[in-house]
């Protein structure tokens, strides 16, 4: 752990197997893990899932739901092919 002097915040060392396994099992809520690098994406996801949700009663939202699934693929993918420097510089 770390402490961020600036904020008070103690900061937890991140750990590539812990993000390859939340990505594996929860798909794109796995970026909240390197969140501050990973938003952008997250959000996106997340639009895109409460927005199939929602429109999946009409039969469009399976077609939002489908680029969750691709979103979900993706996180998993990224995960495992960032190095493991990334993890130990994330802050």
């Not at 390859?20 to 996801?45: C, E, N, P, Q």
């Not at 997340?46 to 077609?63: D, K, Q, S, Y």
């Not at 739901?65 to 495992?80: D, H, P, S, T, W």
């Amino acid at each position: 752990m770390t402490k961020d002097v600036s904020s008070n915040i103690i900061v937890k060392k991140k750990d590539k197997t812990s993000a390859v396994l939340l990505t594996f099992f929860f798909g794109f809520w796995g970026w909240l893990y390197t969140y501050h690098v990973d938003k952008t994406k997250f959000w996106i996801a997340c639009i895109l899932f409460i927005v199939g949700v929602i429109t999946a009663i009409v039969g469009v939202g399976f077609l939002f739901l489908g680029g969750v699934g691709i979103m979900n693929l993706y996180a998993f993918i990224e995960a495992c092919t960032r190095d493991k420097e990334f993890f130990n510089n994330y802050k």
